[in-house]
């Protein structure tokens, strides 16, 4: 691939056409008191590497519309080496790491808002949300993060009263969307359900009034969480399949991917063994046909052949198939990012598990310690607490009484008070 490809991957992040960077550069542009204006002329000499360095202003609007460096954005000045080719899977993922910032640091979402509303505010919010969502894969779900995302979801919608465009318009129900899913999800994670439910159907319904697939896909895979938190398996299996009947997964094959696995989680809780391997083996084909490197939405980022093989151990598992669980379980771990931590640790929690299926206690009380390890200085979500809760009962049942009370003990602050 020819040009400035970590600029191309930027751009597809945040859902720019040419024209929409040159306005959003504008706006910023404007915002800082400069004459200089940009078209997609400008943005296409960008595109194609023609300009490999902008001038200074462009180069300060560029870094206020994508929250990172303009060296990341694949620029470099006259005299220094060209940036090397990398896989666009790497420069994605550096790409929202830059962005994020200091995500973990604080939320930061509401800001002093211009009288007008525009593609700049649709970007700012935008960059709130994957802020919040890199701040979840780190520390997991929690009421303050529920908190920011009610507070964007608000803004959200008080901007959308004042756009002056159907198509910002639309956006920002989209991302209010977006950020009460999010805020669900954090409740979720949390062990929270009582509120989740009322925040998805509020979700929904935005999702549904401008027809936007990715949200109403985000939605029907949380819903099937939900339910399955709640033991409504019936109901999980319900959202799941909602969720393969979307858009969005019937033109991309990863979300088709994520749909078909959620379903078979449902199906493996509900004990219907062979339904529940058949959509798993759905899901395995539609991810040997999905293009991992291709950007997609912050929501579905997590989702990756790690992902896969997580909720392959999860299906394994509950259908009674331990060590086969295990080995998914050590994949997902191979895989994963390091960044993911409350993924390491909740897959971490699942090979414990499976461990102890198989009656492998040690091993198992061995394994489960490295769940705190990974979350140390972090209370850990209400799901994982709940897993782990999962571990004690089983250990309860399965190795002698001494093992599972000194287990008890020795976890019983960070486990049941996190």
Known sequence: MTGNLRLKIAMAERGFQQAELAQAVNAELLTAGERDSVGDRTVRT?????????????????EAVFRCTVETLGFYPPG?????????????????????????AAIPLV?????????????????????????DDERGGHTTLERAALAGAAEALELQRRSTTQRVRARLFALASDFTSTAAWSLIDAGQLDGASRHLDRALTLAVMVQDPEMTMKVWNLRAMLARQQNDFAEA???????????????SPLHASLAH??????????????????????????????????????WIAFYSLAELHSLTAIVRDRVGD???????????????????????????????LSQLHQGDIEQACDTSAEVFEIMAG?????????????????????????????????????????
Not at 80 to 104: C, H, K, M, N, W
Not at 345 to 352: G, K, S
Request: aromatic share 6%; glycine share 4%.
């Open 46 to 62: 960008w595109l194609t590497g023609k300009t490999t360095w902008p001038h200074r202003a462009k180069r300060n609007a560029l």
């Open 80 to 104: 220094s080496p060209a940036p090397p080719q990398e896989d666009p899977e790497v420069i994605r993922r550096r790409f929202l790491a830059d962005a994020a910032g200091t995500a973990a």
């Open 111 to 135: 800001s002093v808002r211009p009288s007008s509303v525009g593609t700049s505010d649709v970007i700012r919010l935008r960059d709130s949300i994957e802020r919040l969502i890199a701040l």
């Open 237 to 251: 299996v319900a959202a799941a399949q909602a969720a393969q009947a979307t858009w969005a997964a019937r033109r």
């Open 261 to 298: 696995a959620r379903t078979a989680v449902g199906l493996a809780n509900a004990g219907d063994r062979r339904a529940a391997l058949r959509s798993l083996g759905h899901a395995e084909d539609a991810m040997a046909k999905a293009d991992t490197t291709a950007p997609r939405p912050a």
């Open 322 to 352: 331990p060590a086969e669980a295990e080995a998914a379980s050590y994949r997902a771990l191979a895989a994963l990012p390091e960044t993911y931590r409350r993924n390491r640790a909740h897959t971490t929690a699942r090979l414990a």
């Open 378 to 418: 972090d209370p850990l979500p209400g799901r994982m607490r709940q897993l782990l809760g999962d571990f004690h009962r089983d250990l309860i049942t399965l190795a002698p009484s001494r093992i599972a009370h000194e287990w008890a003990n020795r976890y019983r602050t960070e486990w049941s008070t996190a």
